[in-house]
C-alpha cells in the first residue's frame, strides 16, 4: 500500500491542524493505521493508532485528549485531528500501516509508510 501524508504546517500553539493520509494500492480497509513522528535528534515515536473498521483507537500519553484519529475507508483516508498544540509537539509526522495485530505503539510492525509532514508549533 502507498501512503502519502499531508496538511502539515506552522501554526501557534494552542492551535490546531489537521493531517491526512490518502492510501492508495491495495484494501484500505485491511490495515490498521497508525500517527507517528519523530522531532530533530529523536527517535520516530508512537503517536495514535486506530483499527481495521475504526472502532477502536489507541493514543500515545503526550497525545491523549488534544489529538484524535480517525479513518474514512470509502475514501482511502487516515486523518489526525491535532488541538491545543504545544511546541513539544513539533515533529516531522508519518502514517503508517500494517497487517497484523498486536505491537501497534512500536515502528518495526509497520511495514508501509508515507512520507512524513512536517508540523511546526511556535510559542
Known amino acids: 500500500v502507498q501512503l502519502q501524508a499531508s496538511g502539515g504546517g506552522l501554526v501557534q500553539a494552542g492551535g490546531s491542524l489537521r493531517l491526512s493520509c490518502a492510501a492508495s494500492?491495495?484494501?484500505?480497509?485491511?490495515?490498521?493505521m497508525g500517527w507517528f513522528r519523530q522531532a530533530p535528534g529523536t527517535e520516530r515515536e508512537f503517536v495514535a493508532v486506530?483499527?481495521?473498521?475504526?472502532?477502536?483507537?489507541y493514543y500515545a500519553d503526550s497525545v491523549k485528549g488534544r489529538f484524535t484519529i480517525s479513518r474514512d475507508n470509502a475514501k482511502n483516508t487516515l486523518y489526525l485531528q491535532m488541538n491545543s498544540l504545544k511546541p513539544e509537539d513539533t515533529a516531522v509526522y508519518y502514517c503508517?500501516?500494517?497487517?497484523?495485530?498486536?505491537?501497534?505503539?512500536?515502528?518495526?510492525?509497520?511495514?508501509?509508510w508515507g512520507q512524513g509532514t512536517q508540523v511546526t508549533v511556535s510559542s
Open positions: 503508517a500501516s500494517k497487517v497484523l495485530d498486536g505491537a501497534y505503539s512500536n515502528v518495526e510492525p509497520y511495514p508501509y
Open positions: 494500492g491495495r484494501t484500505f480497509s485491511n490495515y490498521y
Open positions: 486506530i483499527s481495521r473498521s475504526g472502532d477502536w483507537t
